[in-house]
């Protein structure tokens, strides 16, 4: 075929282009909210809010993301990675503007509303991630990814805290945050779509499914369409023409397909995700995520207790942890690659780590090893993060990935609400007790895979051998 307006992908390309702009996407998001979020708890204070009422105020985002994160995962595999993700930097990046008007407590909570209900981008980047390459490539993107957002996450306090120094500091450092959020936007909006793309095909779906997995992730980002009115579909390569190669209308765009059909498309999604055999998963993300926020609740109340450690050092260590989690982001790839991307097997041993870490700082006789304990817990953290995501992933053959990691976060959100109120329980018995119920939970998730692991080897052994017939 000589059209050239049309490009078939191989199979070992992939859209390097879009890639990393998106990676630039993370970095950005997460470079304005860290700005925002070591001031919120001051500026709600000088509004005159009572130590009850800040912390109601300051778990209203908690439980927005509880309810939301699911909803707008689904709903980007119903309109389309592109609108779905322009639609929350944009009413992110209103709610980070309100929030530079709040000079009471009601604006305060009605700036985070949007915030709390949309702020989503770094989910439906990932699922956009999940889309474009294949699944070995996979752990390698996702850890890069998360490598630039931590990057973001690292520098933001600094410029935060340089610009509250000044008068209507807050402000100031919200308006820059709506800001940044509107350059991703316009990021996001003049992105490569036009690039061509790999998808790994599920291979228990017939070839018009596939087609329709496929574009149900991604319609709304590339046109459907070539010149001459045909597409060309291989088993992993399909064509795709250039948005400048053809005429263009809103009327193209599933955002605006009605309201009820939307919703019945997300039900019906979320609905299939509840009946579907990942309650092993999802209470695995649970169980680590609780004990991993319990190892962070009361860490400089414990570095200053037991240790007798300044706040200034303590957090020292903490950007110095912070740090080597971001940098271990590009150690996931050769990890999985090591381990033949058996990502149950990888999991298991992270957790198993991670456990023993979180029991090594809890009985730490030395701020020595609690540095070293410090240095592999980031490590380990981040490796698992990769791991659970991808996981899940895997066992639904990456169909509806922003249902998937949407509810992923749901499951995330649930742990930020048990964490704070577990933490403050055993606290009342000794500075240790955080962490040392972290350690139980971490051994109740350890057991939970080595019951559930054989299992999930043997439906990939199934997976690929089906694939290879």
Not at 457 to 468: A, E, G, N, Q, V
Request: with cysteine; hydrophobic share 45%.
């Amino acid at each position: 075929m000589n059209n050239s307006k049309c490009a078939i992908t191989d199979k070992r390309r992939r859209p390097t282009r879009i890639i990393r702009c998106i990676y630039v996407v993370g970095f950005m998001d997460l470079f304005g909210v860290s700005m925002i979020i070591p001031l919120l708890s001051h500026h709600v204070k000088d509004l005159g809010a009572s130590p009850t009422v800040a912390g109601i105020v300051g778990s209203t985002y908690g439980v927005l993301q509880l309810f939301s994160s699911t909803v707008v995962g689904s709903w980007s595999d119903v309109v389309g990675r592109r609108y779905s993700l322009l639609t929350c930097l944009l009413l992110s990046a209103f709610g980070y503007s309100l929030l530079g008007l709040s000079t009471s407590i009601a604006l305060f909570v009605l700036a985070r509303i949007p915030v709390g209900l949309f702020k989503h981008s770094l989910s439906i980047c990932r699922a956009l991630l999940s889309d474009l390459v294949s699944e070995k490539e996979r752990p390698l993107v996702m850890g890069h990814f998360n490598a630039a957002s931590s990057v973001g996450f690292i520098l933001g306090p600094v410029v935060g805290g340089y610009l509250t120094e000044h008068e209507g500091g807050f402000y100031l450092s919200s308006f820059v945050c709506a800001v940044i959020f509107l350059l991703n936007a316009g990021l996001v909006w003049m992105l490569p779509w036009s690039e061509t793309l790999n998808h790994h095909i599920d291979t228990n779906a017939n070839s018009n499914t596939k087609t329709s997995n496929f574009y149900d992730g991604l319609k709304n980002s590339y046109p459907q369409k070539c010149s001459d009115k045909k597409q060309i579909l291989h088993q992993n390569a399909f064509a795709v023409c250039s948005q400048a190669d053809r005429g263009w209308s809103w009327m193209d765009m599933s955002l605006f397909q009605p309201a009820w059909r939307q919703l019945t498309s997300v039900w019906i999604r979320i609905r299939k995700l509840a009946s579907s055999d990942m309650w092993d998963v999802f209470l695995v993300r649970l169980l680590m995520a609780v004990a991993i926020m319990l190892y962070y609740s009361n860490f400089s109340l414990a570095m200053e207790e037991r240790f007798q450690l300044k706040p200034k050092v303590t957090g020292y260590l903490i950007s110095y942890s912070s740090t080597l989690g971001a940098l271990a982001g590009c150690l996931v790839g050769p990890v999985t690659h090591l381990y033949g991307n058996n990502m149950s097997a990888l999991l298991l041993h992270s957790t198993v780590l991670t456990c023993t870490l979180i029991f090594l700082y809890a009985t730490a006789p030395s701020v020595w090893q609690v540095l070293l304990t410090s240095s592999f817990f980031a490590i380990s953290t981040t490796i698992g993060r990769t791991c659970i995501t991808d996981l899940e992933l895997q066992r639904r053959g990456s169909q509806a990935s922003g249902t998937l990691i949407g509810a992923g976060q749901s499951v995330t959100a649930v742990g930020r609400v048990l964490a704070p109120l577990l933490s403050g329980l055993v606290q009342e018995f000794s500075p240790c007790g955080p962490p040392s119920l972290g350690v139980v939970l971490a051994l109740v998730a350890v057991g939970l895979l080595l019951v559930r692991t054989p299992k999930w080897d043997s439906i990939t052994k199934i997976k690929y051998k089906s694939l290879k017939q």
